[in-house]
């Protein structure tokens, strides 16, 4: 099994390749998983792109970090966080129907997280001598907001950010970061029936990505919080375009 545990910087990770010793990847795929998920929650998502789009084996690396927080406390044995939520109010919002307008909220936690992240792809970048240029940065709900604050940030623009299921989070900082950041392609999916990450926050993220002039792929679906089969056949896709595969 091409799956090894690693400690880079301050973080934990998987990573998943099927490359040979001798081989250095096109490109390195950092997935950041969701709140209250293991650390591997994601990793099946290695595996599974390169099943369907098999020219990419000896391409592509894929890298999941675990996020620093454990949950154990709030009773979810195993569970990260890149940042604590109020459980409590998500419940209630959830029963009640409530739009989560999180527009103008910077989360206590989040730059601290984005700090720990970078950290781990400035050393990960070392280690595998490619540039950013070469990183797509992806991730899921709570993993696709640290994966947009760090991709905002980064001194070189990725290759491509993946958001599946996110929101916009504070707004002007965003706006801010988007206008100073050289642009590269963003894949987006959320669901219409999402009651965690209402599918109206998906779409400021994308209007405010656009205004920026941020070329925007974006996939919705009729379904709940998750990662669609018509936003992995468009990930497998975004790769196949990065590493010139057939």
């Known amino acids: 099994m091409p799956l090894t545990t690693k400690t880079i910087g301050p973080l934990s990770c998987q990573i998943y390749d099927e490359l040979q010793s001798d081989q250095t990847p096109d490109i390195i795929v950092i997935v950041c998983h969701g709140f209250g998920a293991p650390g591997d929650d994601l990793v ?18 894929f890298v999941f970090p675990a996020a620093p927080l454990s949950l154990i406390e709030m009773g979810i044995p195993g569970g990260r966080a890149w940042w604590m939520l ?19 909220t910077t989360p206590d936690g989040l730059l601290e997280a984005a700090q720990q992240l ?7 970048q070392k280690e595998s001598g490619l540039p950013l240029s070469q990183f797509v940065m992806a991730g899921f709900s709570q993993g696709s907001m640290i994966s947009t604050e760090v991709a905002f940030n980064l ?7 993946v958001i599946w299921s996110g929101t916009l989070l504070c707004e002007q900082r965003w706006k801010s970061l988007a206008e100073k950041s050289e642009k590269f392609p963003v894949l987006q999916s959320h669901g219409r029936q999402d009651p965690i990450l209402p599918y109206d926050g998906a ?5 405010l990505l ?31 375009n990065l590493t010139n595969s057939p």
Not at 155 to 161: C, G, I, K, Q
């Open 44 to 61: 099946p998502l290695g595996p599974e792109i390169l099943r369907s789009t098999p020219d990419l084996a000896g391409r592509v690396r």
């Open 155 to 161: 001194p070189e623009p990725p290759a491509a950010l």
């Open 86 to 104: 109020d459980v409590a109010e998500l419940n209630a919002a959830i029963e009640s129907g409530r739009i989560r307008d999180q527009r103008n």
């Open 118 to 124: 970078r950290e781990f792809i400035d050393e990960l």
């Open 203 to 207: 779409i400021w993220l994308k209007e």
């Open 210 to 240: 656009e205004q920026h002039q941020f070329e925007v792929d974006f996939s919705e679906f009729m379904g709940p919080h998750t990662i669609p089969e018509i936003a992995l056949a468009k990930f497998g896709s975004l790769l196949q």
